[in-house]
């Protein structure tokens, strides 16, 4: 959705959607991955690129987690010259909003990410769209930078839908990350800057509520 267009109201219908999905995800417990990435025995960083639906949301959910040294929302999928806002909103780049997570291994692990990005970050069964906001900018991705990421990752979607997490299929792509952009400035920590903003108070908030909930173990306290 153009940005214009989530300045203005949110209409009912949206924000009982989005309600219901949140109820939805929260009825049921998300089981941690079986298999994970273990942590490097020298201490390093790592990073992570998650995509699913409106970057501010999953940007804002992962601020929030224990572990994570910055949370930076951009493009991942498509070439460095349409990587720009007013072109990805048009649905046809390539390009996914997304969020580029660097994390500590010793302190929240790549699969720990990973039930935070299907548990509360988003809804990965909705196909091209979250909540408001729909097109192909706005789908369900992962991000792999490593064989061990790609694994890890496939074989949590194959355990989640056998052990039917979800009333429907996960949609989530499991793609190859080629390179990641920055997005501008102003979308950078957008839920921290305006978290009265109609958008986030109605999409994004219950999000980190839910995180609170069900990872107080990982959760800030900001």
Known sequence: MKLSMRTGAITLSAAIACVLTLRALAAGEIPPPAADIPAPPAKQLATAVFAGGCFWGVEGVYEHVKGVKSAVSGYAGGPASLAHYDLVSNGDTGHAESVKVTYDPAQVSYGKLLQIFFAVAHDPTELNRQGPDEGTQYRSAIFYSSEE??????????????????????????????????????????????????????????????????????????
């Open 149 to 222: 990421q790609q694994r890890v990752a496939t074989a949590y979607i194959e355990q989640l839908n056998a052990a039917k997490a979800f009333s429907k299929p996960i949609v989530t792509q499991v793609a190859p990350l080629k390179a990641f952009y920055p997005a501008e400035d102003y979308h950078q920590h957008f839920l921290e800057r305006n978290p009265t903003y109609p958008y986030i108070v109605y999409n994004d908030l219950p999000k980190i509520a839910q995180l609170k909930r069900r990872f107080p173990e990982l959760a800030t306290k900001k």
